[in-house]
Structure formats: structure tokens, C-alpha cells
């Protein structure tokens, strides 16, 4: 069936130094990807996007690379901030004949960021 | 403000009673998405709308579980009879129809506690 996962559950880092999340997904169908930051008590923020006719897209600090070949995902943030502390979700949809972009989302990995 | 808004941002309820729970869309958005994240997993789809009417209910766990969306705004989800494992956040989400169509934009979510 279809999945989102992500490989470690919490990533702890330095602040100033550089965090890679990762993803990976079962289904090959999927075209658009999706990474969500969500703080405590709050919703879902949007981050970056990337479409699968992309390997690599950046944003802010932000870095999203897509490996189609291997079905992963990982998010890049550069020189992490305290307030870069959050659970990080990837989310995944196919735009296929459903058409309806309902996303389906891994379990999220925590992101510590230490002083 | 222009986001994504939802009411109750709490509801504690008592086991067998009804809820309503209410989304306002981001302005001029066409398609509302409801999704369910209990506590420390990711988000699970429930419904799709798109203006009005719901294409997709897949996700909806069962017939206790209701939604109707008036005037191609705002969206009530309604949870009959409601059961302790209906606990959870209840965020919803809106896209619009232009690109990036599938970047989805969530509210700060309703946390239902039944007791």
C-alpha cells in the first residue's frame, strides 16, 4: 500500500550547522511532494515544495532534493536557528485520475536544535 | 488575517454527544481538505471538497463522521456520537485552483478531547 515514512524519528543538531531530514515513499505514481514544519499546538506550515519533473529546488535556507530512482526525499536546512526546532513532515500525492491532491503524510521527524 | 481559520481551537465533549467542529477557507480558495492527527503521528486524510460538493470521503473513519461545505466557503465537520478514540487534532487545510494548485495551506487545527 501506500506509505510516507521518514528514516529517524528525532535529529538532534548544533545550531549553525547544516540538518538533513529524509523521506522515502512507496508510491511511484506520486508526481508532487511536500514538506510541512509544524510547532507545537499549531498547524501544518508550508515550507517547499517539488514537483516530480524536479530533482532539486531551494528555497530560504531550505534545500528539497527528490531521488525518484530510489523514491526519497530529504529536506535541507543550512545553518539551523533555535526556531528551526519543530517535527518536520514530508507529504506525498498523486495528481493522477483521482485528481483530488489529498496528501498522505509520513510520521514526521522531530528536528532539536541545541544552543 | 488571511489564513486558514478553525473554531473551536478546543472542544472537550463527553462521550455519545455530538460536535461540530467549523473551517474558513483561505479567500477565493476552491478546494477544503479535513485531515485527523492523533497525538505524535502524522496527518490523516478525511475528506475533499471541491466548492461544494465532497468527491472524495474516503478517508472518513465512519458513518458517525459527516461534512458539508455552504456557499464554496466554509466547512463544518460533524462527529455523531462521538467515541474516545475520535481524540485528536482536526486540521483543515484549502488550495486554490491556481498554480502551485496542490500547495495545500492548513489552519491551526481543533484538538476534540472525549471523556
Known amino acids: 500500500g501506500e506509505s510516507v515514512g521518514l528514516h529517524l524519528p528525532t535529529l538532534s543538531v548544533q545550531e549553525g550547522d547544516n540538518s538533513i531530514i529524509n523521506c522515502a515513499y512507496s508510491?511511484?505514481?506520486?508526481?508532487?511532494f511536500i514538506w510541512y514544519k509544524q510547532e507545537s499546538g499549531k498547524g501544518p506550515q508550508f515550507i517547499i515544495d517539488i514537483r516530480s519533473n524536479m530533482d532539486k529546488r531551494q528555497g530560504q535556507r531550505v534545500t528539497v532534493l527528490l531521488n525518484k530512482t530510489v523514491k526519497h526525499l530529504s529536506l535541507q536546512i543550512a545553518a539551523t536557528q533555535p526556531g528551526d526546532s519543530a517535527v518536520y513532515f514530508c507529504a506525498e500525492t498523486d495528481t493522477g485520475s483521482s485528481n483530488t491532491g489529498k496528501l498522505i503524510f509520513g510520521q514526521g521527524t522531530t528536528l532539536q536544535v541545541k544552543p | 488575517g488571511a489564513g486558514v481559520s478553525q473554531s473551536p481551537s478546543n472542544k472537550v465533549t463527553e462521550k455519545g454527544k455530538d460536535v461540530e467542529l467549523r473551517c474558513d477557507p483561505i479567500?477565493?480558495?476552491?478546494?477544503l481538505y479535513w485531515y485527523r492527527q492523533s497525538l505524535g503521528q502524522g496527518l490523516e486524510f478525511l475528506i475533499y471538497f471541491q466548492g461544494n460538493s465532497a468527491p472524495d470521503k474516503s478517508g472518513l473513519p465512519s458513518d458517525r463522521f459527516s461534512a458539508e461545505r455552504t456557499g464554496g466557503s466554509v466547512s463544518t465537520l460533524t462527529i455523531q456520537r462521538t467515541q474516545q478514540e475520535d481524540s485528536a487534532v482536526y486540521l483543515c487545510a484549502s488550495s486554490g485552483i491556481a498554480a502551485p494548485k496542490r500547495r495545500q495551506y492548513f489552519g491551526p487545527g481543533t484538538r476534540l478531547t472525549v471523556t
Open positions: 508510491n511511484s505514481a506520486s508526481d508532487y
Open positions: 479567500s477565493g480558495h476552491t478546494a
